[in-house]
C-alpha cells in the first residue's frame, strides 16, 4: 500500500533524502542545480521540520520509505501551493507510486487550506506531464529559456489544478 507520512528526521530518512537529492536523474527532474553537502542536508531538515510555510510528507511503500512530496510556498490568502515530488528508489517508479501519492497527498493539503495546486515541469520530462495529466493538472503557461540545465537553456511549464476541477 502506497502512503504518506510527515517527514521525520530520522537518521534513515535523512541518508535518503541526501542520496536522492543529490541523484542526476532527480536533480534533472526537480530542476534542481547544486549539490548539497551533508551538512546543509541536515540544516534543510531542521528549518523544514519547523518550517509551517512548507508541508514536507514521505512517500511510504509499506514501510519503505520511497520519496518524497512537499507543498512549498503555500499562500494561505489565495490559497495556493506548490507541489514538489520525486520517487527516489530507481525501482520504485513507472508501478503508479506516483499516482497513488499525488492523490493521497492532494486529499490532505486540499482538506486545508491550499484549493489551488501549481507545478513547475521541465517540458522534456514527459513522465512527470503525463503523471500530472492524469491527476488533473492542465498547463497554464510556458516559459521559454528559462532554466538552464547542463548549460543550455530549457523550457519550463506551470501546471495548475484546482479544487473544484
Ligand atoms: C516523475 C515521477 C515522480 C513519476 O513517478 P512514478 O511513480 O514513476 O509515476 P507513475 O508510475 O505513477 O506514473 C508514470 C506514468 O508515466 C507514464 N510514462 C512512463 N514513461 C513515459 C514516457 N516516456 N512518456 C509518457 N509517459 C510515460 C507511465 O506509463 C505512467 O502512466 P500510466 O499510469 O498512465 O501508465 C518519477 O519518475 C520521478 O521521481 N522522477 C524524477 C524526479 C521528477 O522528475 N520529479 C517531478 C518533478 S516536476
Not at 534543510?44 to 509499506?62: K, P, T, V
Not at 494561505?76 to 520525486?86: H, K, L, N
Amino acid at each position: 500500500m502506497i502512503r504518506i507520512q510527515l517527514l521525520d528526521s530520522s537518521m534513515k530518512t535523512m541518508t535518503n533524502t541526501y542520496g536522492w537529492a543529490n541523484a542526476p536523474d532527480v536533480m534533472k527532474g526537480i530542476l534542481k542545480e547544486k549539490i548539497n553537502t551533508w551538512e546543509e542536508n541536515v540544516e534543510w531538515f531542521r528549518a523544514a521540520i519547523e518550517d509551517s510555510d512548507n508541508l514536507h510528507y514521505m512517500i511510504m511503500d509499506e514501510d519503505f520509505h520511497v520519496g518524497n512530496i512537499s507543498m512549498r510556498n503555500i499562500d494561505v490568502v489565495r490559497g495556493t501551493g506548490e507541489m514538489m515530488i520525486y520517487i527516489g528508489n530507481e525501482l520504485s517508479r513507472g508501478r503508479g507510486v506516483g499516482y497513488k501519492a499525488i492523490k493521497e497527498f492532494l486529499k490532505a493539503c486540499l482538506c486545508g487550506f491550499v484549493k489551488t495546486v501549481y507545478v513547475t515541469v521541465a517540458e522534456d520530462n514527459v513522465v512527470a506531464r503525463h503523471l500530472y495529466h492524469k491527476c488533473g493538472f492542465v498547463e497554464e503557461k510556458t516559459f521559454k529559456d528559462a532554466f538552464i540545465r547542463d548549460g543550455k537553456p530549457i523550457n519550463v511549464i506551470k501546471m495548475v489544478r484546482n479544487n473544484e476541477d
